[in-house]
């Protein structure tokens, strides 16, 4: 019966995440939906106007669509083995398995929830919240009509890339955000629950955020400063506020941590949590995940312009810039705490420096990239060591004092270091001119404002369907393992294998 419930939650997540769309929108007659990211407010992609019959469509440039591709598959590696290693090893060995299953299946999961629906609903056209169906099961991805696949938008006029290629690239978003929850109720949670979870988190959380932070009308539809106003009412919520999320602070890690929080709550404490030694296994593998996290992060951040451009190159250099700052200054914290560094300090600092940048990766200077790992790498120690006490919850791999907290700092710090005044880049693209915005408009204390409101929303909206997910997983299919099953270990009760043959 059990079984038969949690198979009809799912269907009725499937089909609502198909339906919650409201009024389906109609598809552009000669583009695709426009992968926007912009190079000065850093957001992603919408339904591209049609260009005028006298205009000859763009091409894509090779070089562009290559980058893509590479990017892509650098994300991957993200996850795997990046994010299964580095999580792996900080669980005790007779978890190891389960672990890396959770992250190997929910990815594959929400790849798959991603090009039925997912895609669809985060960047075509529909309201404020939500897209639409346009590109339901990637319908329309190949354009009978000009006998090609259909174009997707950068963050320049004028230049495309392949729509598959950009559809690719955010599925590895979607996928690597949802895997970053499981940290947060390791090793005590059923293998069905983080499933049934997933699917809900996913369809009711991930897609949203993304559609509001991310979703916007294209560069090529802002034509003139008098319909600026029109294409922007068109965009996602927190697009139309002007928050800056170049790689993912608010839709990725936030809104991500905020679910991992709820769940270590709603599941509960491991047994013997603070009586027990729960040391990770594997610091080598937490290592080895690690250095794949920052090595594949550079296709997660820089592969966010959207182009082999120099914005790409400005994103991959702050990623490597910040994020060795946030490895001294928590090695220092470390040091100055304890009086010694410790090496998952360095690796969790590398974390914590990676996120922090991520919002901000083509949004601000070289000097301000160096604040932002710098304060991350200070805040994120705290965030695992002083929130974690304060707010009592066992999130067993810290996904909300590295990614919460270092989503947060990352998200104000890029309102103030895009100022022009502190080295950043500011109002730069060229669909920004036709808006009639200038760098003397700039405003520090506005922006870090909507940046603020850019938080909050997503903390509200993540808290609120995280709590809901999970009551619907619990009472169809139970969160928690039984207490025999937790201690014995979920490698052999819920995959009969272990991690090592002793």
Aim: charged content about 10%; some cysteine; overall charge neutral.
């Amino acid at each position: 019966m059990k079984k038969l419930l949690a198979s009809l939650a799912l269907g009725l997540s499937l089909w609502a995440g198909m339906t919650a769309a409201g009024a389906q929108t109609p598809e552009p007659a000669a583009s695709a939906p426009a992968a926007a990211a912009s190079v000065a407010s850093s957001a992603a992609p919408a339904a591209a106007p049609a260009a005028a019959a006298s205009t000859p469509a763009p091409t894509p440039n090779k070089g562009d669509t290559g980058w893509m591709m590479v990017s892509t598959i650098l994300v991957i590696l993200m996850v795997l083995p990046g994010l299964a290693l580095f999580y792996g090893g900080l669980v005790r060995s007779k978890n190891m398995l389960s672990v890396l299953m959770q992250v190997m299946v929910t990815f594959s999961l929400i790849v798959v929830l991603w090009f039925v629906y997912g895609y669809s609903l985060a960047f075509t056209e529909g309201g404020p919240f939500i897209g639409g169906f346009d590109r339901l099961f990637m319908k329309g991805i190949w354009d009978n009509a000009a006998g090609t696949f259909a174009n997707a938008a950068t963050f320049s006029k004028g230049v495309v890339i392949p729509e598959i290629v950009y559809a690719a690239f955010q599925a590895t978003f979607a996928g690597i955000t949802c895997c970053l929850i499981v940290g947060a109720f390791a090793e005590r949670i059923k293998f069905s629950a983080v499933m049934l979870f997933m699917a809900l988190w996913f369809t009711f959380s991930y897609l949203p955020i993304s559609h509001m932070v991310w979703f916007w009308m294209g560069p090529d539809a802002y034509a003139s400063k008098e319909v600026a106003d029109a294409m922007t009412a068109k965009a996602g919520l927190i697009w139309q506020w002007g928050a800056l999320d170049f790689a993912g602070g608010t839709v990725v890690h936030i809104n991500a941590a905020v679910a991992g929080l709820v769940g270590a709550f709603m599941v509960g404490k491991r047994i013997g949590f603070g009586k027990e030694s729960m040391a990770p296994h594997s610091l080598t593998l937490t290592m080895v995940g690690a250095s794949l996290l920052w090595v594949g992060w550079f296709g997660f951040n820089a592969g966010s312009a959207l182009e082999a451009n120099g914005f790409a190159g400005l994103a991959f250099i702050n990623t490597l810039v910040a994020t060795a700052a946030a490895v001294l200054a928590w090695s220092v914290g470390e040091a100055l705490m304890r009086g010694k560094a410790s090496m998952l300090g360095a690796a969790s600092g590398a974390v914590a420096g990676l996120v922090a940048i991520t919002p901000a990766a083509g949004n601000v200077g070289i000097g301000g990239a160096l604040v932002v790992g710098l304060v991350g790498g200070f805040a994120c120690l705290w965030g695992v060591n002083g929130l974690k006490r304060l707010i009592g919850a066992d999130d067993t791999l810290d996904v909300f004092g590295v990614h919460g907290v270092g989503g947060i700092v990352g998200a104000l710090l890029t309102g103030v270091f895009n100022a022009p005044g502190l080295g950043g880049p500011g109002y730069v693209a060229d669909w920004v001119t036709a808006t009639g915005v200038t760098a003397a408009d700039y405003s520090i204390a506005a922006q870090v404002w909507t940046q603020a409101k850019a938080v909050l929303l997503t903390i509200v909206w993540s808290g609120v369907v995280s709590f809901i997910a999970y009551k619907i997983v619990d009472m169809t299919i139970g969160l928690r393992v039984t207490e025999e099953e937790e201690r014995e270990g979920l490698d052999i009760t819920y995959h009969g294998e272990s991690a090592y043959n002793r």
